[in-house]
C-alpha cells in the first residue's frame, strides 16, 4: 500500500508488515516495457531497471 509518505509492504518470508519512509516508489515487477501514448502529457516518465535497455 502506498501512503502519502510511507510504502507499507509484507515480508513473505515471515509474514510481518513493514513500511518505508520515502518520497518516491518504483514498481518493478516485470522487464516488458509498457508503452504509454504521451502526446499532450506535462508529467515525466523515465523508464528505469531492465526495460530501459541500460
Same mark, same amino acid.
Given at each position: /500500500?502506498?501512503? $502519502?509518505?510511507? *510504502?507499507?509492504? /509484507?515480508? @513473505? &518470508?515471515?509474514?510481518? =508488515? *513493514? @513500511?518505508? #519512509?520515502? #518520497? /518516491?516508489? %518504483? /514498481? &518493478? ?5 509498457? @508503452?504509454?501514448? %504521451?502526446?499532450?502529457?506535462? @508529467?515525466?516518465?523515465? $523508464? %528505469?531497471? =531492465?526495460?530501459?535497455?541500460?
Amino acid at each position: /500500500m502506498i501512503l $502519502y509518505d510511507q *510504502f507499507q509492504a /509484507m515480508n @513473505t &518470508a515471515t509474514n510481518e =508488515d *513493514f @513500511t518505508i #519512509d520515502c #518520497d /518516491m516508489v %518504483v /514498481m &518493478a515487477v516485470g522487464s516488458k516495457k509498457n @508503452t504509454l501514448d %504521451v502526446e499532450g502529457m506535462n @508529467t515525466p516518465i523515465w $523508464y %528505469v531497471g =531492465d526495460c530501459s535497455k541500460r
